[in-house]
């Protein structure tokens, strides 16, 4: 198994563009989850998905969107990048709501 | 409402000596409880977690940590600490599950030979 893969792993945007982090595992994981990790701040929870065709807002979920069409894949759409959306982006999955999450690898986004 | 503190920033320990990375929680019900560590430039990895059960939980790599509800803390511990144990510590806390989770800041751990 792959596990969870991330694409790119390096992003650097200009202010008002935008773009789709990609994210998906090969475990049928039901559970998915979005974060940015921030110097200080820990991580955050962006958006999350119990499943195929449905999903939820976390704690930050401003300028990002989300959709979960299969259960293998979970993109996050900036749909206009802000300097403020610098950080390093991580997906995590995980069987069920009582089982620990696997992340994965980041994406480290920088908008100028 | 929910949230975790860490709060130590920093923790140093010399090799062979036991350690401690303290978190303390608040949640509204009962609380899932996690442990991950993040070496450089990787994602995170789970270490241990308490939904229920025994207070006392074992993990991975020699890890333990106590569910202590009336104090409200989940302190990580290791009785002998490893060079290699160098690392980033996160605890994070739900009351809704593993899925929806608060992170603490972070404690950086270094264990010094």
């Known amino acids: 198994n792959a596990g969870v893969t991330q694409t790119p792993k390096f992003q650097v945007l200009k202010t008002g563009q935008s773009m789709t982090l990609q994210c998906a595992q090969d475990m049928n994981h039901e559970y998915m989850s979005w974060y940015r990790q921030d110097p200080g701040m820990g991580l955050r929870l962006i958006h999350y998905s119990v499943g195929a065709g449905i999903t939820d807002q976390g704690e930050v979920p401003n300028g990002y969107n989300v959709s979960r069409s299969t259960t293998e894949d979970f993109p996050l759409r900036l749909l206009s990048a802000a300097p403020s959306q610098t950080s390093v982006y991580f997906c995590a999955s995980s069987y069920s709501n009582n089982y620990e999450q696997y992340f994965g690898p980041g994406t480290r986004l920088t908008v100028t | 409402a929910q949230s975790v503190a860490q709060p130590e920033d920093q923790v140093n320990v010399a090799e062979g000596n036991p350690l401690t990375v303290k978190c303390t929680y608040s949640?509204?019900?009962?609380?899932?409880l996690f442990w991950y560590v993040q070496y450089p430039n990787r994602g995170l990895q789970f270490l241990l977690k308490y939904i229920t059960g025994d207070n006392l939980v074992k993990g991975s790599y020699g890890f333990e940590a106590e569910f202590n509800k009336s104090q409200t803390s989940f302190h990580l511990k290791k009785p002998s600490a490893l060079v290699s144990d160098s690392a980033l510590y996160f605890c994070?806390?739900?009351?809704?599950?593993?899925?929806?989770?608060?992170f603490g800041t972070g404690t950086r751990l270094t264990v010094i030979p």
């Open positions: 949640v509204s019900g009962n609380p899932y």
């Open positions: 994070a806390v739900s009351y809704t599950g593993a899925n929806n989770l608060f």
